[in-house]
Structures are given as C-alpha cells and as structure tokens.
C-alpha cells in the first residue's frame, strides 16, 4: 500500500465513521481506499460507485481546495456507478 492511501485513509476515517452504501475512491497510480458500514480501509472491492481522480486532485478534495462537482464537471473526478451515492459520500467530506 502507497503511503498516499496509508494517509488517506487516516484523514478520511477522522471524517467517516461509517457509510451506509459501498464507494471507493481510485487514487490514480497509488492505490484505492474502501468506504463502507465498517468505516474506511485500504481496498480494491466492488463498490455501489467508485471515483478515481489523481493524486493532486483527492489531495485538493481531501483539504477544500477542490470543489468536487467541479473536478467531476471539469473531467478531474470520474463517477462510475451510483451518482447518488456518490453525492452521500460528498456530503461527508464536506
């Protein structure tokens, strides 16, 4: 596992306890982060959506700097599966 998803999940896990559906989140070259009932984990499972997006652009969502309907308008963030889901998990970032 990178050390870019070692991180990630520690922040994400201090902003999700739990999530009722299934996402993941792609980080493009590093690896991919879980996030489902038990909380959030390193992990490459089938998802209800997944999202994948670079380093730099998880990074700018991950701080605030990156508007994340923004980076899915502008092709920065890719949605594949359940966008409602998906608008769940942006909620909790937020």
Known sequence: MSEVVTKAVEQLS????????????VITGEGAIMIDEDGVRAG?????V??????E???GIMTGDVNPATA???GKLKIDGNMGVAMQLGQKLS
Not at 44 to 48: F, L, Y
Not at 50 to 55: F, G, I, W
């Open 50 to 55: 997944t999202l994948t997006a670079s380093r």
């Open 14 to 25: 201090t902003k999700i306890d739990s999530f009722d559906s299934t996402a993941k989140f």
């Open 57 to 59: 652009t998880f990074e």
């Open 72 to 74: 899915f308008m502008t």
């Open 44 to 48: 490459d499972d089938e998802a209800e």
